[in-house]
């Protein structure tokens, strides 16, 4: 019952943070410099035209009306229409949104099944030449710009070993996407059965998954490395090797778990990286996500696609996060003691 | 003050540890090159010539571009205005988040909650996604940028700043201090700051990288800086579309300087911990 409790706590901890995200995202198109009547009317605007667009959006209420009026549609789902697709921009975001997701997913889930052994061994061969790899690779990672490892990655392996295709989207254009059940075509294609639409998208994800891993490489196994380092260095386990348990036993029960803690903690400022580092990669690799989407709004200056855009984006992180939060909650007994 | 044994620790330190000693010399090259820039190059880096899109040799280091400008003279020239847009950045995060964090720290009360509530919904963004809006709701300048760069990484400065002044508000020698009739103001920012100085300085060095990083993404995606300009991130997006052709140079080189840059600063960070904050040390 406890357990209920503190995960019941922690959803309702994420709503001050929600009203906070759209206080903010809200006031990004309203009280900045700038005039979004003129931006909707377009250059060839005469100032009749402009006044009532702004009277049409309602920009000629006061801020909290305005609010008011934002709140509404955003319960409505409606973030107003996208002016570059004509289409509504909450239409466009769920449409992209699977091809993000995905590429996130398998980024991160890549970079951990890499990360995590890469700081284990680390910190069990300490100061040795494994040490000295992981060091190398854990700088090497966060100084890399993400969107010029993703064109170093093209020119190898699509330019000049030709192991991988064009960096232009989720599908060879020989394919047709699967049925979509989920929207991500790597699940889609299996269960359509459809092996060589699988393959395909595979061959498509490896390189921009490869690019956005790379990046968030670096903070995971510096982490793992520093807390395994500590709980090896603990009483706990040199307890466990006194009473004779082998040294495999230790490392695994007693050392690798105590050490996960603060590494899930870690997984926070990991998806704010993997999630800023998305929309260079899906513009590096024509990867039809929310990225390449806020990426042509911004440049047609098209306000109402970057604002839903910039807002999917937070409540996608707060939802990553609560749902690390709640992992953490199950995972650790001693939250329970604490909340 | 021991002046002459922290020189003493710094060549320790420098000496000791060979990488430290590598990063400060790549940073003083950076440095000078980010000085002299424009009058080391033999070509004007925005004069366009008919020799497109020509690999490197003698004559172009880093070859031409699609415009038939100098790559290297470009990379060179840029090293600038890549510095300025991240140190004006760093520097307006750094100022007014330590301030920001000072009084939160030194004050309390719901001064720091007010703060404290301000910064975790600064946080409560994906920064890079945040930085983006920001520029795109105020106008796509370079101004803009530095201002965006500067507020994602206002809530690192001001934490780091708030923790170390809570650590020293109930010192001996602040309450010293107190009795010998300083203000409040005086004490926190003439005593109590620059005392916090040394931890702030490493978070300093090692946040320029990222702001570098940040503000070449900006300027990849099209924000920020204008299409003649010579800067890295811009550079790596128009040699973009060349690299499925083969033409490597136009990407390597700038993104090239940009990792540099960055490593540097990040390698940098980590001296300066050995020399600032010696326990620290991993």
Known sequence: ????????????????????????????????????????????????????????????????????????????????????????????????????????????????????????????????????????????????????????????????????????????????????????????????????????????????????????????????????????????????????????????????????????????????FSLGANVLVEKVFSWPGIGSFAIEALVASDYAAVQGFVLAMALLFVVLNLCVDLVYTLVDPRVKIDG | MANSSFLGHVHYVVTSNPVTLMAMTLFAIIVLTAILGPSLVAYDPLATTSQALEPPTWQHWFGTDHLGRDVFSRVVVATRLDLMISVSAVLLSFVVGASLGGIAGYWGGWLDSTLGRMLDTIMAFPLFVLAMGIVAASGNTIQNVVIATAIINLPFYARVARAEVVVRRQSGWVLAAQLAGNGPWRILFGRVLPNALPPMMVQISLNMGWAILNAAGLSFIGLGVRAPTAEWGIMVAEGAGYIVSGEWWLVIFPGGALMLAVFTFNLLGDGLRDIFDPQRRT
């Open chain 1, 1 to 272: 019952m406890g357990r209920v409790l503190v995960v019941f706590k922690r959803v309702m901890q994420a709503i001050p943070t929600i009203v906070g995200i759209v206080i903010i995202t809200f006031l990004l198109t309203r009280a900045l410099p700038g005039d979004p009547a003129a931006f909707f009317a377009g250059p060839a605007a005469t100032p009749e035209s402009i006044a009532e667009i702004r009277q049409q959006l309602g920009l000629d209420q006061p801020l909290p009306v305005q609010f008011g009026r934002y709140l509404l549609d955003l319960t409505r789902g409606d973030l107003g229409q996208s002016m570059t697709t004509g289409q509504p921009v909450m239409a466009e975001l769920i449409r992209r949104l699977p091809a993000s997701l995905e590429l996130t997913l398998v980024a991160l889930l890549l970079s951990m099944v890499i990360a995590l052994p890469l700081g284990i061994l680390a910190a069990t061969h300490q100061d040795t030449w494994i040490d000295q790899v992981c060091r190398f690779v854990v700088t090497a990672g966060v100084s890399l710009p993400t969107f010029f490892t993703g064109l170093l990655l093209v020119y190898v392996f699509y330019f000049l070993l030709g192991w991988s295709p064009p960096p232009l989207g989720r599908l060879d254009i020989l394919y047709l996407p699967p049925t979509q059940v989920t929207g991500f075509y790597l699940i889609d294609a299996l269960i359509a059965g459809e092996f060589d639409v699988f393959w395909s998208a595979l061959k498509q994800l490896a390189l921009p998954a490869i690019t956005l891993a790379l990046f968030t490489l670096a903070p995971l196994a510096r982490m793992t490395r520093a807390s395994m380092l500590q709980s090896l260095a603990s009483d706990y386990v040199r307890t466990a090797r006194a009473c004779g348990l082998s040294y495999g036993k230790v490392l695994r029960t007693y050392a690798l778990r105590n050490a996960l803690l603060p590494v899930i903690t870690t997984l926070g400022m990991v998806f704010s």
